[in-house]
């Protein structure tokens, strides 16, 4: 109440003179991500946004291709669909409707599009270039941490591990007690934490975490990435081979 209460007093005025503004923040009221972020700094996605019509059928990002745009569903539905590296079998993972945001790992990890999404009706996007995200959105809701000061959190119980890679590389090795759940399946199965818990994200180098924490904190989890991963990790790794019992 107090985030919404805040929104409606900082904007009355600018809502007042100007109604597609009023219009787009009420829809962004639903993606909490903004909610996480400085007042002034969600005015501004507002005004740099810019409104992209689509079609059905249309494909609007396509896996493995290099990301450079946050997208917001103002109206329309979209299906996710993902081709497994390992087995190249290609399955639906999710739909999205309005206020359904995606795009954010690609541009989080500097890395390639995990999924092709497409849209399933007619529609309208809110679309961020990659600039603007980075300067109003990244900077704020993605905390880092070295590998001494996540040691010391959990120990003292302040935090909790989450290990995002894929199943072989937690196979192979992993920080002691750490639990799994790849990036690519954390958006789905963030029901599997504690919402009041603090978790401290580690991938193998430090990129993938940095885009589980963002995903955890549009969801109003705590969380911060690991610097550096488990490949700078300086202390025990557990090896043994893992119990699938």
């Known amino acids: 109440i107090d985030v919404l209460l805040g929104w409606s007093q900082q904007f009355a005025?600018?809502?007042?003179k100007d109604p597609e503004l009023k219009r787009r923040m009420n829809l962004i009221?639903?993606?909490?991500?903004?909610?996480?972020?400085?007042?002034?700094?969600?005015k501004e996605v507002f005004r740099r946004m810019y409104t992209q019509e689509v079609q059905a059928g249309e494909t609007i990002v396509t896996q493995e291709e290099?990301?450079?745009c946050y997208y917001l569903i103002d109206a329309g539905e979209a299906e996710v669909m993902r081709t497994d590296p390992f087995t190249d079998k290609t399955s639906c993972?999710?739909?999205?409707?309005?206020?359904?945001?995606?795009?954010e790992e690609a541009l989080l990890q500097d890395a390639y599009r995990n999924a092709t999404i497409t849209m399933t009706t007619p529609g309208t996007l809110l679309v961020l270039n990659k600039d603007d995200f980075d300067e109003l959105l990244k900077s704020n809701l993605v905390e880092e941490i070295s590998a001494d000061r996540a040691q010391q959190m959990v120990t003292r119980g302040e935090a909790r591990w989450l290990d995002c890679r894929y199943d072989m590389e937690?196979?192979?090795?992993?920080?002691p007690g750490a639990p799994l759940?790849?990036?690519?399946?954390?958006?789905?199965?963030?029901?599997?934490l504690d919402p009041e818990a603090t978790y401290v994200v580690y991938c193998r180098s430090g990129r993938r975490s940095k885009a589980g924490a963002f995903l955890l904190r549009e969801r109003h989890i705590k969380a911060m990435s690991m610097?550096?991963?488990?490949?700078?990790?300086?202390?025990?790794?557990?090896?043994?081979p893992v119990d699938s019992t």
């Open 66 to 68: 290099k990301g450079d």
């Open 29 to 42: 009221k639903q993606v909490t991500i903004f909610h996480e972020v400085p007042l002034e700094n969600a």
């Open 181 to 192: 759940i790849p990036l690519d399946r954390l958006r789905w199965d963030v029901h599997q």
């Open 227 to 240: 610097t550096g991963g488990i490949r700078d990790w300086p202390y025990e790794v557990d090896a043994a």
């Open 13 to 16: 005025e600018d809502m007042e």
């Open 93 to 103: 993972v999710a739909k999205l409707g309005p206020g359904d945001a995606f795009g």
């Open 170 to 175: 937690y196979e192979e090795s992993r920080i």
